[in-house]
């Protein structure tokens, strides 16, 4: 007997907890703005922008061109070990 007011007293605790986390989302959903804008300072991209030219050492020594990247998706990644 003890130990089923126990379960219930957990389980209305946590209903009461999912309860309260969906009203609060629900707030955020109805405060969140449809139409997304820029920060301050910033300015959404008119045109694609070509890529420069360069060329670049491998690392296994071969030389790779940036026209050899053409219509390709790059990532450029930037690491350093400071």
């Known amino acids: 007997m003890l130990r089923r007011r126990g379960v219930k ?3 209305g605790g946590l209903l009461g907890l999912v309860s309260l986390g969906l009203v ?3 707030f955020g ?11 301050s300072g910033l ?5 694609p922008v070509a890529m420069p030219s360069f060329k670049l050492p491998t690392t296994t020594g071969e ?3 940036s026209a050899a990247l053409a219509g390709r998706v790059v990532i450029v990644r930037f690491w350093a070990t400071w």
């Open 9 to 11: 007293r957990w389980f």
């Open 29 to 39: 959903m109805v405060n969140a703005k449809a139409d997304p804008t820029l920060p």
């Open 63 to 65: 030389t790779l061109d």
């Open 24 to 26: 609060l989302g629900g």
């Open 43 to 47: 300015s959404a991209l008119q045109q």
